[in-house]
C-alpha cells in the first residue's frame, strides 16, 4: 500500500525564491497535516486541513508561507518568499481522522542559502 | 498552558541492555502514541494508547498508558543497532489533534 508520499525529498534554493513542497496523502484518509523539524524546536505543527478544509493554521510562522489542499489527494505548503531560517525537514501525515494516529511521509529537506 | 515532557533527551546504550524513556504531561489526555524516526526518514508509529492503564507490545517494545491519563512509558528489550533513532511520544484527543514530544536519542554501542 502506498503511504504518504512527498515531492522533492531534497530542495536547495537561494533566499527569495518561492517554495512549493507536495504531499500526497493515504487515500482514504480525511485529515492532513504539515510539520517542520528543526533540532532546536523538534516537530512543530504548521497546519492540519480535515475534508480539505484548512482546521488550525496558528502554527504557520507568518505571510510567508501557506498551504492549501485543493482536493482529498493533494496539498502543497508554500514559502514566498524563502529565508535562511526557513531551513528545515518539512513533513506532511495523514489521518484517518485529526486525533487518530498520524502516517508520515519521508520528508522534504528544504535548504535556504 | 499545559507541561508537556518526553525524558531523557538521550540515550547511550550497550547492544543488548534493555531501554526505558517515558513521556509526562500537566493535562490528561485520551491518547497517547510512540513514534520511531530512522535518519533521513519520517516518524514511524510504533504503538497507539487509548485506554488509562493498557499495557500494549509489539515484539521487543512494551507501551503503556498511565492510570492517571497523564503519562506513558516505552521499553525496549534486548536492544539492537538497528533501534537506533529518535523516539517521540504524541499525546491528544482534543479539539487539538496531536501534540509531539522533543524526543529521545537512542544511541546503541555495539
Known amino acids: 500500500d502506498a503511504g504518504v508520499i512527498q515531492s522533492p525529498r531534497h530542495e536547495v534554493t537561494e533566499m527569495g525564491q518561492e517554495v512549493t513542497l507536495r504531499c500526497k496523502p493515504i487515500?482514504?484518509?480525511?485529515?492532513l497535516f504539515w510539520y517542520r523539524q528543526t533540532m532546536m524546536r523538534g516537530l512543530e505543527l504548521l497546519i492540519y486541513f480535515n475534508n480539505n478544509v484548512p482546521i488550525d493554521d496558528s502554527g504557520m510562522p507568518e505571510d510567508r508561507f501557506s498551504a492549501k489542499m485543493p482536493n482529498a489527494s493533494f496539498s502543497t505548503l508554500k514559502i514566498q518568499p524563502s529565508e535562511p531560517r526557513d531551513s528545515a525537514v518539512y513533513f506532511c501525515a495523514s489521518s484517518l481522522g485529526y486525533n487518530q494516529p498520524q502516517h508520515f511521509g519521508d520528508g522534504t529537506r528544504l535548504s535556504i542559502l | 498552558g499545559q507541561q508537556l515532557n518526553q525524558s531523557p533527551q538521550s540515550m547511550f546504550i550497550q547492544e543488548g541492555e534493555d531501554v526505558s524513556m517515558n513521556c509526562t504531561s500537566s493535562?490528561?489526555?485520551?491518547?497517547w502514541l510512540w513514534y520511531k524516526q530512522d535518519p533521513g526518514e519520517g516518524p514511524v508509529l510504533l504503538i497507539a494508547?487509548?485506554?488509562?492503564?493498557e499495557l500494549t507490545s509489539n515484539g521487543r517494545l512494551t507501551a503503556q498508558f498511565g492510570i492517571t491519563r497523564k503519562d506513558s512509558f516505552l521499553n525496549i528489550s534486548a536492544s539492537i543497532p538497528s533501534d537506533v533513532g529518535i523516539y517521540f511520544c504524541?499525546?491528544?484527543?482534543?479539539?487539538?489533534?496531536?501534540?509531539f514530544g522533543k524526543g529521545t536519542h537512542l544511541i546503541i554501542q555495539p
Open positions: 487515500s482514504g484518509h480525511n485529515s
Open positions: 504524541a499525546w491528544g484527543g482534543g479539539a487539538d489533534g496531536l501534540t
Open positions: 493535562s490528561i489526555f485520551n491518547t
Open positions: 494508547l487509548y485506554k488509562a492503564g
